[in-house]
């Protein structure tokens, strides 16, 4: 009996361990007063972090290619590749004045998504961004720009040029890049008064536009807009309305 008795204890101590190597269907150990899964299986703890081969120019354009330009395709996939990867950065810049234009449309897309989390990327290409690829026309490219454009550290000559970008987009026969255009005539104007007057005098103009989008947008932008310019950082310079 004792050598039974033994026997029963032992085994009682066993399951009341129960497996460290194995989750356990009971939320908690009787008397413990927390749960096994915390003790062996730390959900704060971060995975891995996922290994992107690199990409050269050619493998990104050939990622980017295809389709039209209703879908972004798999722009997506680039943005996660760029992350501490300033080459991947570069040819997205560089593709943004590709020929094909589902090419330069998805380009910008995956780099304005990129800037929305490190603007700090845009950084080595502002005079890019403000120069060559200013002067595409695309409507995609355009309004992916102006979206890009206040996130920008800029001296004033070079806000100047951002301004000048947003204000000569207002004429664009896009309504979508109309629209980014006033955002960012209002992102760039903020801290500045005089500038900020005549981003409001826009938004009154356009706040008749035939496009419903447009009238709502630059409704929008003169209710927020408030006297101090909390919309954005301060900015100096002058723009041609």
Known sequence: MARGAMGMLRLLSI??????????????????????????????????TPYHSPMSYTELRQLLAGGDRRSIGRADEVVPRAKDSPSVVSALVRLMRDSDPVVSMRAADALEKISRTDPEVLMPHKH???????????????????????????????????????????????????????????????????????????????????FAAVRSRAKRLISSACPKGSLCGPASGDFEP
Do not use: C
């Not at 190597?21 to 891995?48: A, C, F, I």
């Not at 409507?139 to 996130?151: A, C, F, I, K, T």
């Not at 947003?166 to 309504?175: D, E, F, T």
């Open 128 to 210: 890019e961004l403000l120069g060559e690829i200013a002067e595409n026309s695309q409507q995609e490219v355009r309004w992916h720009l102006l979206q890009m454009l206040p996130r920008l550290r800029l001296i004033p000559t070079e806000r100047t040029q951002a301004l000048e970008i947003a204000a000569g987009s207002l004429h664009h026969p896009s309504r979508i890049v109309v629209a980014d255009a006033l955002t960012a005539l209002f992102k760039l104007s903020a801290g500045d008064a005089v500038l900020m007057e005549r981003a409001k005098e826009q938004a009154d103009r356009l706040s008749s536009s035939p």
């Open 15 to 48: 399951r009341g361990k129960g497996p460290q190597w194995q989750e356990s269907d009971t939320t908690h150990l009787t008397g413990m007063g927390r749960s096994s899964r915390s003790n062996h299986y730390p959900v704060d703890r971060p995975g891995p």
